[in-house]
């Protein structure tokens, strides 16, 4: 079965230094991997995907992404942190089985503090 | 385009009372998902529909969870009788088929007393 594994709770880190929310997943096949960000009183949002390619993905706001299939991790990277990123990240994860139950599934999220 | 509607925001009902939200995906987009989001919990999948017909509904509380999407566009998803254990963000999203990536509306916050 596949599964996300997003080991912090939250993370705080200043405004103006790099940022790093970690994202570890399981799955049978070629994962499909992906970030979402959510507001207070907000649906998820996307931020970026890895679908193939290059294992360096760049999304919305500055965010990225790096693909590690040895470590089976996707961690979001920011270089410099900004006050308005503070919100609740969501790393999900599908496989690239063919057909319409391919569901996407999330991990338990982490919280973000930036502090100005 | 336009986003995913979802309709209401917010509603607070008392236990045993029932329930119905309401979803509009974006134009043209084949699969719509139902998730919970549990304070403190990542989004977890209640019912997918491809078009008109259920794909998966095998983590729908069937003895209270009821959804429907009919000619294939919007879709309603009720709860009778609600428990406390209800309270939580259900999620509307949509997708094109064979897309990888799903788009979410504002989900409706549920609270139940």
């Known amino acids: 079965a596949q599964s996300v594994a997003q080991p912090e709770d939250q993370v705080n880190v200043a405004e103006g230094n790099p940022l790093t929310v970690k994202c570890t997943y399981s799955v049978s096949g070629n994962p499909y991997l992906f970030w979402y960000v959510q507001y207070p009183n907000r649906g998820l949002q996307f931020l970026l995907k890895y679908i193939t390619g290059d294992n360096l993905v760049k999304g919305s706001y500055g965010f990225e992404a790096e693909f590690n299939k040895s470590q089976t991790s996707f961690h979001l990277k920011k270089p410099s942190a900004l006050v308005s990123d503070s919100a609740l990240y969501f790393c999900a994860v599908r496989t690239d089985y063919g057909g319409a139950t391919n569901k996407l599934i999330f991990g338990t999220g982490t919280l973000l503090a930036v502090q100005p | 385009e336009a986003g995913v509607a979802q309709s209401p925001r917010y509603k607070i009902i008392e236990k045993r009372q029932s329930v119905a939200f309401w979803c509009n995906p974006i134009?043209?987009?084949?699969?719509l998902y139902w998730y919970q989001q549990i304070l403190g919990q990542g989004p977890k999948l209640l019912i997918q529909f491809q078009n008109n017909g259920v794909v998966d509904d095998s983590q729908l509380p069937k003895d209270r969870f009821s959804a429907e999407r009919l000619k294939g566009v919007d879709s309603t998803l009720k709860i009778q009788p609600a428990k406390l254990e209800d309270s939580a963000v259900y999620l509307c999203?949509?997708?094109?088929?064979?897309?990888?990536?799903?788009?979410f509306g504002s989900g409706t916050r549920l609270t139940v007393v």
């Open positions: 999203a949509s997708s094109r088929e064979g897309h990888y990536g799903y788009t």
């Open positions: 134009s043209g987009h084949a699969t």
